[in-house]
């Protein structure tokens, strides 16, 4: 059995649901059927397919039922519930995936202790249960000191299982959470990593429940747990965006929680932190293949500035910081690049997937939980270190600052954790000179952003998660068992949920403007287009619009925008832009005018002058094209690309003796293979056939030029030609002579 072929007819039948198709979802679904294990999966789709009958039946008739509309929506909610759970039969009984290889083990472990911890059929015994195993635990205020720190992890990770792998939550999931948050017994870490269990499986099937607790625990005040399911509550809602239509109860929901300004400004900066993940494939590559290979190349003079043999010496604390511009001078690219580094980083750009990518493979993140808990300077993973003879004496201080630092997620931090035992002795020694040097200045930095930041601890702890999740969608061994929302354009803006919650002008503009400064051009324009249509007085809007469409290469959709913006106020800028536009489509003499407008307004700028005399090149308006391109000429002295122009000036005026002067100017520079074929021209229109023959010949010198390229050249040239007076009879005849003594040669 294909297990892909499961999956897309899942998703199929989804797309059709949404899109009202009931009777081809029916068709899937029967298909499906055949590989199922549960019979009750095909009664169900029975009964469905009746009910549905009896909808068609009695609409046909015309009988009036007003819950028709109600019974109608249900069937299709069903449909969708019935589907999601034919998949997960099929993947639980033939995909071998571990998911499904840990749900099989907790079952066989349940029934072992003799009776479920999932009591899916009456959720009152199986809370029971719950507190019966927890008591036994000694998970409560009283007696908590006396459960041992194996036994806590085991019981974590039994509810981290329960929660990611039951499909459809009850009273008791809720419960438990009441519980765990009320007893005061549950580390903050533990909880946050249920909050994630609970986003997997919302993820892996839907369920409005999960929904409803991931919105409740938003409010929740424990360190990271608002953070982890405000971000599993929006990817879960732009996942299933096209499924809310059909749950007003859900849409009900998310407009409640938007009543709340602190929760669409925190919803608002999730989805900024998620389009950044889009990032982090090209900075990682750009890491790799740009910058660590000049830093590599770098290395001897960083060691001689830097004086790095000394830099372990007694008084390290002591010494002054080194001067990094002058290390880098001779080297100001790579500074710059540096520096760009580090506003992405500090802004939450993940500029360390490429650096951590690779410390991933030890045994640590083969427990799927790990790759969710946040990092602590409790946790065993560093505890192990205390036990090492140069990191053991300074463990204390190296967690406490990889806790505080902000810009390493928590995967990460333990990867370095992990890593570092590894390390030779000097190595080890040195890192624990740096943190602890490092401590400090992350304690007053973490003050100072609090301080002037009330959401500064927020966007922290979110875009460290975000980092999280997409190191486990692209490294985890789990990966291929799990539908990466990193490969989507993640744009969460589009979707329902954050079009009822942060759908303004205002929201939109400000959104709109964060990608119009990353070059997201096709992001910003949905936005600024859904801002035009309440705002019409606002010239930066339109030219901003306009310069999407033309990043784009939509140049009609441009000129439009850019138009309308000169409606509002001509600006020199605006004018330009609609002028390339308007010559990139073809349209010389509007361009021109274009031009002219901006020339108008600035008559000194180069560049203005530049562009109109080339419109009025298009135009064949030679000679006023030449008295522009005299004052470029005038202006900038040094630039020799300007000499090219007005040569192919007085070539189609007809003055060759001024042409050969540029020409021969120009060849004090080097030729193009293009200047050759311009100069076989002139020769050809002063009669000079075998001398044009030559020139036309020694373009392909340099084997930049093929025959094909020349072909279409002169083809598009004839006219031009035969205006200057050579014989339409003659012109294949050259072409010819051409191409065959390129053969010859």
């Known amino acids: 059995m294909n297990i892909n072929t499961i999956i897309l007819q899942n998703r199929r039948v989804c797309n059709l649901i949404v899109r009202r198709k009931v009777k081809q979802s029916f068709d899937i679904i029967a298909e499906m059927l055949d590989n199922v294990s549960v019979e009750s999966l095909r009664n169900e789709f029975g009964e469905l397919k009746m009910t549905y009958l009896n909808i068609l039946k009695y609409t046909v008739e015309g009988i009036n039922d007003p819950e028709r509309q109600k019974v109608y929506l249900k069937l299709l909610r069903n449909i969708l519930s019935l589907n999601d759970r034919i998949k997960q039969d099929i993947l639980a009984h033939h995909s071998g995936w571990y998911t499904y290889s840990v749900r099989e083990t907790e079952h066989r472990e349940e029934k072992l202790r003799g009776g479920s911890i999932v009591q899916s059929v009456d959720d009152l015994v199986f809370k029971s249960r719950l507190d019966e195993m927890l008591k036994s635990a000694d998970i409560s205020k009283e007696g908590s000191d006396s459960m041992n720190p194996e036994e806590i992890v085991r019981l974590c990770g039994m509810i981290f299982d329960h929660l990611w792998l039951t499909d459809h939550y009850g009273e008791a999931e809720e419960s438990l959470f009441n519980m765990m948050l009320d007893s005061g017994r549950f580390e903050w870490y533990d909880l946050a990593s249920f909050v994630s269990a609970v986003t997997l499986s919302n993820l892996r099937i839907w369920d409005t429940t999960k929904l409803r607790l991931l919105a409740k625990l938003t409010a929740v005040k424990t360190s990271h747990v608002a953070e982890r399911a405000l971000t599993g509550l929006i990817f879960s809602l732009y996942y299933y965006n096209d499924r809310l239509s059909l749950y007003p109860d859900v849409i009900d929901m998310i407009r409640e929680l938007g009543s709340d300004r602190t929760f669409r400004e925190h919803s608002r900066m999730i989805v900024l932190q998620a389009v950044r993940s889009r990032d982090t494939e090209k900075l990682s590559k750009r890491m790799n293949e740009e910058i660590l290979p000049k830093v590599v190349k770098l290395r001897p003079r960083i060691d001689d500035k830097l004086d790095l043999d000394k830099i372990l010496g007694e008084n390290i604390e002591e010494g002054q910081n080194p001067d990094w511009t002058e290390m880098f001078t001779g080297s100001e690219e790579i500074f710059k690049t540096m520096e760009e580094l580090t506003n992405l980083?500090?802004?939450?750009?993940?500029?360390?997937?490429?650096?951590?990518?690779?410390?991933?493979?030890?045994?640590?993140?083969?427990?799927?939980?790990?790759?969710?808990?946040?990092?602590?300077?409790?946790?065993?993973?560093?505890?192990?270190?205390f036990r090492d003879e140069i990191l053991g004496p300074g463990i204390n201080e190296l967690a406490e600052a990889l806790y505080k630092t902000p810009f390493i997620?928590?995967?990460?931090?333990?990867?370095?954790?992990?890593?570092?035992?590894?390390?030779?002795?000097?190595?080890?020694?040195?890192m624990l000179k740096v943190f602890r040097m490092e401590l400090e200045g992350l304690e007053q930095m973490k003050y100072d952003n609090e301080l002037t930041d009330p959401s500064a601890v927020f966007r922290t702890n979110v875009t460290q998660y975000i980092h999280d999740l997409y190191?486990?969608?692209?490294?985890?061994?789990?990966?291929?068992?799990?539908?990466?929302?990193?490969?989507?354009?993640?744009?969460?803006?589009?979707?329902?949920?954050?079009?009822?919650?942060?759908?303004?002008?205002?929201?939109?503009?400000?959104?709109?403007?964060?990608?119009?400064?990353?070059?997201?051009?096709?992001?910003?324009?949905?936005l600024y287009n859904s801002v035009i249509k309440s705002v019409n007085d606002d010239a930066e809007l339109y030219e901003r619009a306009g310069y999407c469409y033309q990043k784009m290469g939509k140049f009609d959709r441009a000129v439009e925008m850019y138009s309308l913006a000169t409606l509002i106020e001509p600006r020199i800028w605006t004018l330009r832009k609609k002028g390339f536009c308007l010559r990139k489509l073809g349209r010389s003499q509007e361009a021109l005018e274009a031009y002219l407008q901006a020339l108008e307004k600035e008559p000194d700028d180069l560049n203005t002058i530049l562009m109109t005399a080339h419109c009025y090149l298009d135009v064949d308006?030679?000679?006023?094209?030449?008295?522009?391109?005299?004052?470029?000429?005038?202006?900038?002295?040094?630039?020799?690309?300007?000499?090219?122009?007005?040569?192919?000036?007085?070539?189609?005026?007809?003055?060759?003796?001024?042409?050969?002067?540029?020409?021969?100017?120009?060849?004090?520079?080097?030729?193009?293979?293009?200047?050759?074929?311009?100069?076989?021209?002139?020769?050809?229109?002063?009669?000079?056939?075998?001398?044009?023959?030559?020139?036309?010949?020694?373009?392909?010198?340099?084997?930049?030029?093929?025959?094909?390229?020349?072909?279409?050249?002169?083809?598009?040239?004839?006219?031009?030609?035969?205006?200057?007076?050579?014989?339409?009879?003659?012109?294949?005849?050259?072409?010819?002579?051409?191409?065959?003594?390129?053969?010859?040669?």
């Open 621 to 745: 308006r030679y000679d006023e094209a030449l008295k522009l391109y005299f004052r470029v000429e005038y202006e900038s002295p040094g630039n020799v690309k300007v000499l090219r122009p007005i040569a192919w000036c007085y070539l189609m005026t007809g003055k060759y003796s001024e042409a050969a002067n540029y020409f021969r100017r120009l060849a004090k520079n080097g030729l193009t293979p293009y200047d050759r074929i311009n100069m076989g021209h002139l020769e050809l229109m002063q009669g000079h056939t075998q001398k044009a023959a030559g020139e036309y010949i020694s373009a392909f010198d340099g084997g930049e030029l093929t025959s094909e390229a020349f072909i279409n050249i002169f083809n598009e040239d004839l006219p031009v030609l035969t205006d200057g007076g050579v014989n339409p009879d003659d012109l294949p005849i050259v072409l010819d002579y051409v191409l065959m003594s390129l053969k010859k040669a």
């Open 471 to 526: 190191r486990f969608y692209k490294l985890s061994d789990f990966k291929h068992e799990f539908d990466d929302l990193f490969t989507s354009k993640l744009d969460i803006y589009n979707s329902l949920f954050y079009r009822e919650i942060c759908g303004s002008a205002k929201d939109d503009r400000s959104l709109a403007d964060y990608f119009f400064s990353k070059e997201y051009y096709e992001d910003a324009i949905e």
């Open 409 to 430: 997620c928590n995967s990460d931090k333990f990867s370095l954790i992990l890593n570092m035992k590894n390390l030779p002795r000097e190595q080890k020694s040195m």
């Open 345 to 385: 980083q500090m802004e939450g750009s993940d500029v360390y997937m490429s650096a951590f990518s690779g410390l991933k493979r030890f045994e640590f993140f083969r427990e799927l939980r790990n790759w969710f808990i946040p990092f602590y300077p409790d946790h065993p993973a560093v505890d192990e270190i």
